[in-house]
């Protein structure tokens, strides 16, 4: 009796589980053989699939943004509600994610900008991008929200978008040194005093 195929891995269940792995153990500490295991996939069908540890690890983390970040990127760049609202949920959904306790500790793409010196150099490319990405979307509201009157004329929206970027990454190193919700939602409190009134707040 032949025996049939085996069962093919899904590329993205792949991934999510790969994601797992380099979330609680960083990239320095998983391991092909790590990833293999938690994946189910042969080494062979890795290498085929994605490419090296660092392929596999670059698009863990595409994978990661796609689902967890851009939903919350969307809605800071393209909800109509008022700017304040907007920044103030944006912030308070980051805190709430990186205490999650059914998570690995903090956001894997914060962890992989602040935990780049333990990579390789072609890696620092794309935990900065998602970082961009994110503050990009923060300049591109302040900017709408001046053309509206949320935001005064003489406001810098790029300053602005920096700042709040830089929260972020705050929010996420804070949780991973064990701060809880009550610490992260008082940095979001301090944090939006920055935010300038316009005419329309």
Not at 26 to 44: H, I, Q, R, V
Not at 122 to 136: F, N
Not at 177 to 193: F, N, P
Request: glycine share 8%; aromatic share 8%.
């Amino acid at each position: 009796m032949k025996r049939g195929r085996p069962r093919k891995t899904n590329p993205d269940t792949a991934l999510d589980a790969a994601i797992k792995v380099f979330w609680e153990q960083g990239f320095e500490g998983t391991s092909m053989n790590d990833l293999s295991s938690c994946t189910g996939m042969a080494k062979p069908g890795l290498y085929a699939t994605f490419g090296d540890k660092e392929a596999v690890y670059s698009k863990a983390l595409d994978r990661y943004y796609e689902k967890y970040g851009l939903p919350l990127v969307d809605d800071l760049a393209a909800s109509p509600d008022p700017l304040e609202t907007v920044i103030r949920r944006f912030l308070m959904a980051i805190a709430a994610f990186v205490v999650d306790k059914s998570w690995p500790g903090g956001c894997f793409a914060i962890n992989s900008v602040v935990d780049c010196a333990n990579q390789p150099p072609s890696l620092e490319g794309p935990g900065r991008a998602i970082q961009e990405r994110r503050r990009d979307a923060f300049v591109q509201r302040f900017r709408a929200a001046q053309a509206t009157g949320e935001l005064p004329k003489e406001a810098n929206a790029d300053a602005l978008g920096e700042f709040f970027a830089g929260q972020v990454l705050a929010l996420g190193v804070m949780s991973s040194g064990g701060a809880d919700l009550k610490a992260l939602t008082q940095l979001v409190e301090v944090a939006m005093t920055a935010l300038p009134s316009g005419n329309d707040r």
